[in-house]
């Protein structure tokens, strides 16, 4: 599967636990971006990252959430101490050159996390 | 605030005709226009992206840029019932400080009735 991999698919987590979701790129991409999409809602950007960088991170909240994109592994996404408002899809998307040249942004199957 | 706005639709057509679907955005300095379709339940799909004024056509779907109006569409021909989604339009816009970020309106829904 040469496609953007998000795992996993669906998640649920009682209030006050942690979620940690995980995105591999499309082969040949090194940039990852991370969305939020509420129901009925549009794509919201949270964070952009490189290789062991964090580009950009001005849609994440500033408490609870957290982003890295290791130099081996999947990047993922950490909410620590989810609530109920945490309750959306999260997508995954990656481009194989940043935003400063190309934004062809392909994207994952998503996570659809739902906080009990 | 850096903006992208469609019409939230619902956007019904009948199967066969042409669905017009419209975008637009208030960065003036934009370069990348994009457009993705999204099932219910599914992740967003890219369609069709164009970087110059003008048309793109690419089967059934044409993308129309017009930077001087701050404008992009897309249009369907011969609309099927499997075209029934939600678009996205998404415009990279400039942000303080030289950074670019891709910025998603909040999509049209098409129906196509058969």
């Known amino acids: 599967n040469a496609g953007v991999m998000q795992n996993p698919r669906h998640l649920v987590r009682r209030r006050g636990q942690e979620a940690r979701l995980r995105c591999s790129p499309m082969k040949g991409h090194s940039h990852v971006y991370w969305y939020r999409q509420l129901p009925e809602e549009g794509l919201k950007f949270m964070v952009y990252l490189q290789k062991e960088n964090i580009i950009d991170e001005s849609g994440m909240p500033k408490e609870r959430f957290s982003a890295e994109f290791p130099k081996e592994g999947p990047s993922i996404l950490r909410i620590q101490q989810v609530v109920r408002g945490d309750s959306a899809a999260y997508f995954c998307?990656?481009?194989?050159?940043?935003?400063?040249?190309?934004?062809?942004?392909?994207f994952g199957p998503g996570t659809r996390l739902t906080v009990t | 605030q850096k903006e992208v706005e469609q019409n939230s639709g619902p956007l019904s057509v009948p199967e066969g005709a042409i669905a017009s679907l419209n975008c637009t955005y208030s960065d003036r300095g934009s370069q990348s226009f994009f457009w993705y379709r999204q099932y219910s339940g599914k992740s967003p799909e890219l369609i069709m992206f164009?970087?110059?004024?003008g048309d793109k056509e690419d089967g059934r779907f044409t993308a129309q840029l017009n930077k001087a109006s701050q404008y992009v569409s897309l249009l369907i021909r011969d609309s099927q019932p499997s075209d029934s989604a939600t678009y996205l339009c998404?415009?990279?816009?400039?942000?303080?400080?030289?950074?670019?970020?891709?910025?998603f309106g909040k999509g049209t829904k098409l129906t196509v009735n058969p």
């Open positions: 998404a415009v990279n816009m400039h942000l303080q400080g030289g950074s670019e970020k891709l910025v």
């Open positions: 164009i970087y110059s004024n």
């Open positions: 998307a990656s481009s194989k050159t940043g935003p400063y040249l190309s934004y062809e942004q392909y």
